[in-house]
């Protein structure tokens, strides 16, 4: 018989898993609305040229990581699976006019990503992401709390064991000369870099910081640090960010080898990390764009955001304080004769807003009982004969292990009280 698996790059969550993902996913949307961010959910699927646009054909993602299908088989044209939600959210809000309603907007994200990438751990094809986006301002003071928001959600699931990373990449006015100065820095020593780093010279230099091959990052920490060429404008704006960091008491290092992986950043750049989680130790990271917006149809408002990896950030908890959901009771069948009251109480006590199961299987009372045990049930509602007979119900807590028999309507009295 042919057995199934699953793609490779996916993972299945399986139902033991869930309680710390509703966990992750409770602590992300009250911080966000706590911070005024609304959320927005733009498609799983956009144009492929929205991607080009507004990713950059030079990054590893737009180059090599797409999954693309043909939007119809006449066509020439193509959908591509968001391999991140910068894109989307922007047309969304771009394609909805909500820029005519209010020049500023802070929305948020969660959802899905699809990126054709080589699985390793940390690394999937189908992984999990959360972000904002806050458009309509050029004030450090909103770089800043994108962080504060991050921070906020990684200590509201139990994580602080992270590092925060900011550099600034400068704007179209200072970036040139400081770009101008790395290549002039790596010069005769290009052929000491990985393949990777020589293609990137000509099309981005500045990945060459990021590059992961050690002897890569050995030659780059020799390389000018664009701190030493920012305009006045983008320098002030980058101190201002660092105040801003300490007034939110948020610890940071400055750090020239951020420089992430998409074409779009101006100014401020960030990254969160943590060690525990091995080689692919990025949780998350973001920056200001002020260019996409206008370039994709949008005002000249200035516009910063980040995205986090819900799976690494699950990877990283080493415990997670997570309580574990009590069903209220499990109706214990003593006896094939009482099936049909067992479900008639069971919906009974359903309606009144209580939750709990009950055997579908012909189970033993044994089996049953056991059942009840591990799903660690507040109360077992026996019925069997004598109790059909009688109408009644044998309620037992098992906290204390205290038994009565009562009325269908006491036990629901009962079994909602001691919640
Ligand atoms: P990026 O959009 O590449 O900056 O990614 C933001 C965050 O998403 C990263 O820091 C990771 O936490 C997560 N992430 C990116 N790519 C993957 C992937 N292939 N598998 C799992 N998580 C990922």
């Known amino acids: 018989m042919t057995t199934y698996k699953r793609p490779e790059g996916t993972d299945d969550i399986l139902p033991e898993q869930i309680p710390l993902w509703v966990r992750l996913e409770a602590?992300?949307?009250?911080?966000?609305?706590?911070?005024?961010?609304?959320?927005?959910?733009?498609?799983?699927?956009?144009?492929?040229?929205?991607?080009?646009?507004?990713?950059?054909?030079?990054?590893?993602v737009v180059e090599k990581q797409m999954f693309t299908v043909p939007s119809r088989s006449d066509s020439e044209d193509s959908y591509t699976f968001r391999p991140e939600l910068t894109p989307g959210t922007l047309r969304a809000l771009i394609q909805n006019g909500l820029f005519n309603q209010r020049s500023m907007w802070k929305v948020f994200y969660y959802g899905p990503m699809f990126r054709y990438e080589k699985p390793q751990k940390g690394r999937s094809r189908q992984f999990t992401q959360f972000g904002v986006e806050a458009v309509g301002s050029k004030d450090p003071l909103i770089d800043v709390e994108t962080m504060a928001v991050f921070a906020d959600i990684l200590r509201g699931v139990g994580l602080t064991e992270y590092a925060l990373r900011v550099n600034t990449l400068g704007c179209a006015t200072c970036r040139g000369g400081y770009r101008d100065a790395v290549k002039a820095a790596v010069g005769e020593s290009l052929k000491d870099y990985c393949e990777n780093c020589r293609r990137r010279f000509d099309r981005n230099v500045f990945r060459i910081f990021d590059c992961k091959v050690e002897r890569c990052s050995l030659l780059a920490e020799k390389l000018p640090a664009i701190t030493d060429h920012v305009c006045p404008e983008c320098k002030s704006h980058f101190e201002k960010v660092q105040a801003g960091l300490r007034i939110a008491k948020l610890d940071f290092a400055v750090d020239k080898r951020i420089v992430r992986g998409l074409d779009y950043y101006?100014?401020?750049?960030?990254?969160?990390?943590?060690?525990?989680?091995?080689?692919?130790?990025?949780?998350?990271?973001?920056?200001?764009?002020?260019?996409?917006?206008?370039?994709?149809g949008g005002p000249d408002v200035g516009a910063v955001g980040f995205a986090a990896g819900a799976e690494r950030i699950l990877l990283a908890l080493k415990s997670l304080d997570v309580d574990v959901v009590r069903p209220d009771f499990f109706i214990v069948s003593a006896g094939n004769d009482a099936r049909e009251a067992c479900f008639k109480t069971a919906q009974e006590l359903r309606a009144a807003g209580l939750s709990g199961d009950l055997d579908f299987e012909?189970?033993?009372?044994?089996?049953?009982?056991?059942?009840?045990?591990?799903?660690?049930?507040?109360?077992?509602?026996?019925?069997?004969g004598d109790e059909l007979a009688k109408g009644v119900v044998n309620v037992k807590n098992m906290e204390d292990g205290a038994q009565t028999t009562v009325t269908p309507s006491e036990a629901r009295e009962i079994i909602g009280r001691k919640r």
Do not use: C, H, W
């Open 266 to 296: 101006t100014r401020t750049v960030y990254e969160f990390s943590s060690q525990a989680i091995g080689a692919q130790n990025a949780l998350g990271g973001g920056g200001r764009y002020d260019p996409l917006v206008p370039q994709m």
């Open 27 to 60: 602590v992300m949307r009250e911080s966000f609305v706590r911070y005024g961010y609304a959320e927005i959910r733009p498609p799983m699927f956009e144009d492929t040229k929205l991607f080009y646009k507004a990713s950059g054909d030079t990054t590893d």
């Open 362 to 384: 012909g189970k033993s009372i044994k089996a049953q009982m056991r059942r009840a045990n591990d799903l660690k049930a507040r109360f077992t509602v026996i019925i069997g």
